[in-house]
């Protein structure tokens, strides 16, 4: 019942390059195509942009991140946040790899001893199978799928799984985890419903409290926990999550496995397509599962919620004018749309924005109206899908897609800092929470927004790249006159991606053009889809050094010691295994104030061999700094003996490598900067590099 994708009619002056390109036959002489005599765009000064944005952290980004300048200043600066973001939120597990966390710092709910939480992680994997590195998605996977998944939370993790496995083309890695995914989907009947054929859950699981059908079930008091409903996200999740598990099967060649869960998703939409359709409201809305005094079991919620656009998201929706009128209610002011953001609930609902929840005099998260990052990221992929390949697409336009599109840049920013925070004011865009723990949060997605929206590369399992911008034409206000993106991996290629309306801006003509590795593989003079054979390579194999330092368990080894600021949590924080260079979010052991040397010491336990030590250390430029000089020791043959010495970085790493020795300690004696505290926001050890 998905929507059929039609392959749309390409206008303007196209030409195509033939599967030869990067692959294949041999490559045609110039004259035979024009292609193959175009220059393949512009070229980004990545190592001059990696400075600017990430300063002495630049290392990190350089081979890692694709690159992107548009006309629009304020989403390249988000682009380029949202990658610190990313590696703000990798957390180093040591043996057990990279995962990626939701919250910087520890929260109550998390999974110990990880910080792990489910939720986000659809928007984790769909961000990160971006980068050039892919040890950071794959381990996080792996993780989730050994035992890192408990079910907090709904999500959609097979599916983002696959979407993975679209971008970068490694089979074995998806098919490895196919056992796992099986099971974890049959975990989930315990929250099916047979005889309504729907999935049920309470919305502070599905990571959404304070909804109209948990308020709405406490009559009006609360909201927190209750309200258990047929609900239109975790239906759309397990039809997407069914889907990837029948592809996936199929790739491995268990095609009987294949067509069961080809044949659960099917049997969850055509349920969730009748039953959850509200028609006095048209829209996709929640039904009560559970009845009491206020609320009776089927009935329909009262309200509009931006839930009702999941389906979309996943291709869940039929392709017909009836459906996709839903959407007015998403441009609506009276309704979902907010002046500053996509509303969670519409207004009119007799408990809009009514504060419920406080940590002491601070509001706490609801979803009873306030606008979400993690919503706004699910609506506004489920619009691309729209634009990208349905024929009814309602009032949606690609003008309105940009202007949400910059609405949604525009949160990210306090002024002019960026700091993505846990919810808003759909009135004034202010944070609403705004509790120390709401910093720099990563509970959403955005560059996954640009690369598969506005640049519109739509990831495809066959030999095809596929791109669609979903720009409005040049002369609408919404229009973006110029962009350029490269470095983006695609089935073991390099991409790039040039818009220039006019050609005025990259003097190399107007129009659309697709390369990759070099090879232009496509141009068109006009805004539109172009799709172009690219031969499959396998991907770069994955580099995985472990960091022997992380302390995962306070109190176990390795076990840290210092010269002043000697709390157990302090002296944690430096091994943690987290690593960013946040003002608003401190992280790492912090000396005290003072000219007189500091130290700071690890012991492992046991003898390991090791070959070299980074050292991060956080400058605020005021009370805490770099310190001048560090000199590394290591504890061998019953003695401290010099491993090494260095001027370190400030909100940088500094290694210190050395011939491999034998030790059973490491101590780093700094030197402060004049008479300011030293912050050592992460060390790390490694055996090898």
Excluded at 35 to 41: C, E, I, K, L, T
Excluded at 61 to 66: A, F, G, N, W
Excluded at 669 to 687: D, N, T, W, Y
Aim: charged content about 25%; aromatic content about 12%; overall charge negative.
């Amino acid at each position: 019942m998905g929507a059929n994708r039609a392959k749309a009619t390409l206008g303007g002056a196209l030409l195509v390059a033939a599967a030869w390109a990067l692959g294949g036959a041999s490559a045609p002489r110039a004259a035979d195509n024009e292609v193959a005599s175009r220059s393949d765009g512009p070229h980004l000064d990545t190592a001059a942009i990696a400075r600017e944005r990430f300063g002495n952290d630049a290392p990190w980004y350089l081979e890692r991140i694709p690159y992107f300048e548009s006309a629009d200043p304020r989403i390249d600066a988000v682009w380029y946040y949202r990658w610190s973001i990313y590696r703000a939120h990798q957390r180093d597990l040591g043996a057990k790899g990279f995962i990626t966390t939701e919250f910087a710092d520890d929260v109550g709910w998390q999974r110990e001893p990880y910080a792990s939480l489910n939720d986000a992680s659809g928007f984790h994997i769909a961000e990160g199978r971006w980068l050039n590195d892919r040890r950071f998605v794959s381990d996080y996977i792996d993780f989730m799928y050994e035992g890192g998944n408990d079910r907090h939370f709904t999500d959609h993790m097979a599916d983002s799984t696959w979407g993975r496995y679209l971008v970068d083309g490694d089979r074995a890695a998806v098919e490895r985890h196919l056992p796992v995914m099986r099971h974890i989907y049959g975990l989930w009947e315990d929250h099916f419903d047979w005889s309504k054929g729907l999935y049920w859950v309470e919305p502070l699981l599905d990571a959404t409290e304070y909804t109209v059908s948990s308020i709405d079930a406490s009559g009006g008091k609360d909201g927190f926990t209750g309200g258990h409903a047929f609900r239109p996200s975790v239906n759309s999740y397990m039809i997407a999550n069914a889907r990837a598990i029948a592809r996936i099967a199929a790739l491995a060649g268990e095609p009987a496995l294949a067509d069961e869960f080809a044949a659960k998703a099917g049997d969850l939409e055509t349920r969730m397509v009748r039953d959850l359709w509200n028609p006095k409201l048209g829209h996709f809305s929640d039904r009560y599962r559970v009845d009491n005094a206020y609320v009776h079991f089927w009935d329909f919620i009262r309200a509009r919620e931006l839930v009702g656009y999941l389906p979309w998201m996943f291709d869940a929706v039929p392709d017909a004018a009836k459906y996709a009128e839903a959407w007015s209610h998403l441009l609506d002011p009276a309704s979902l749309a907010g002046e500053a953001g996509l509303r969670t609930v519409e207004p009119s609902y007799e408990f809009y924005m009514r504060q419920y929840r406080y940590l002491g005099s601070a509001r706490e998260c609801q979803w009873n109206g306030p606008v979400w990052p993690y919503q706004t990221t699910q609506v506004l992929t489920a619009m691309a899908n729209l634009l990208d390949h349905y024929t009814a697409q309602g009032p949606v336009t690609r003008s309105a897609y940009m202007r949400l599109l910059r609405q949604y840049t525009q949160l990210h920013f306090q002024g002019d800092r960026l700091d993505l925070e846990e919810d808003y004011d759909p009135a004034s865009g202010k944070p609403i929470v705004g509790l120390d723990r709401s910093h720099h949060y990563f509970h959403s997605g955005y560059n996954d927004l640009i690369l598969t929206g506005l640049v519109g590369i739509r990831p495809r399992a066959d030999d095809v790249l596929e791109v669609n911008p979903l720009l409005p034409e040049p002369g609408d206000p919404a229009a973006l006159a110029w962009f350029h993106v490269e470095r983006v991996p695609y089935h073991g290629h390099e991409i790039a991606v040039t818009w220039d309306a006019d050609g005025a801006h990259y003097g190399q003509g107007a129009g659309l053009t697709v390369s990759a590795d070099g090879v232009v593989l496509a141009h068109r003079d006009t805004l539109g889809r172009i799709e172009v054979p690219l031969a499959r390579r396998d991907p770069a194999p994955i580099e995985r050094s472990i960091d022997l330092a992380v302390q995962l368990v306070r109190g176990d080894y390795p076990r840290a010691s210092a010269s002043s600021g000697s709390e157990p949590e302090n002296l944690h924080d430096a091994v943690d295994g987290r690593l960013w260079f946040y003002p608003e979010l401190p992280n790492g052991w912090t000396s005290s104030a003072g000219s007189k040397a500091q130290w700071y010491a690890l012991d492992f336990g046991k003898g390991v061999t090791l070959s070299s030590i980074e050292l991060a250390f956080f400058d605020d430029g005021a009370a805490i700094a770099a310190p001048e000089q560090v000199s590394l020791e290591g504890w061998s043959e019953g003695r401290w003996q010099a491993l090494g010495k260095a001027r370190p970085l400030a909100n940088g790493v500094t290694t210190l490598g050395f011939a491999p020795r034998a030790v059973s300690r490491v101590r780093v004696v700094m030197q402060p900067h004049g008479s300011k505290a030293i912050r050592l926001a992460e060390l790390k050890a490694f055996s090898g590099r």
